[in-house]
């Protein structure tokens, strides 16, 4: 009487783990621990319950039908890894030109901070006299609205007293 481990036994009966571990719990294998307290199956049980092991053999007829078969299959083969490495060539160009992309806009984005920040005494200068020409006229505008503003809100109270007092 031969004693298998679950993993011996489903490697020797080409059965996997969880089909013995159900066998065990239906009741059809009965497991046993053994010194090491790990789970042994007798191999009669095994062979009752899944049948025996046995190797399958191959004819000679079938052999050749398998050469025959094997040389499309690495003609077959041979085609993928073309196509494959075309793929292949193909990705490593779209990559080199996304990362020219991205530096190209790398260098604009610098390019456009370089030129905003640089800033020479004579633009600061004309800033300065706009800046005061600007304040004269924004203060004109100011004192127009101001002017045509107050018009305005005493018809919109006079309407909405009116409206109020049902006048």
Known sequence: MSLLTILEASKQFKV?????????????????????????????????????????????????????????????????IQD?????????QEMASIRRDFDD?????????????????????EQAGNSFGVQEKQQREQVETDEKQPQKTEKKRFGFLRKLLGD
Not at 53 to 73: A, D, I, Q, R, Y
Not at 84 to 92: A, I
Not at 105 to 125: A, C, H, Q
Request: glycine letters at 8%.
């Open 105 to 125: 806009f790398k260098l604009m984005i610098e390019y456009k901070g370089k030129s905003d920040l640089s800033e020479t005494d004579e633009t600061v200068s």
């Open 16 to 80: 996997g783990r969880t089909s013995i571990y159900k066998a065990i719990k239906r009741g059809d294998i009965t497991p046993r621990l053994n010194a090491q307290n790990i789970q042994v199956i007798d191999a009669q049980d095994m062979v009752r319950v899944f049948g025996g092991s046995v190797p399958k053999s191959v004819s000679g007829n079938s052999t050749l039908v398998v050469s025959g078969n094997n040389e499309e299959l690495v003609r077959e083969l041979r085609e993928q």
């Open 84 to 92: 494959l490495k075309q793929d292949k060539e193909f990705l490593k």
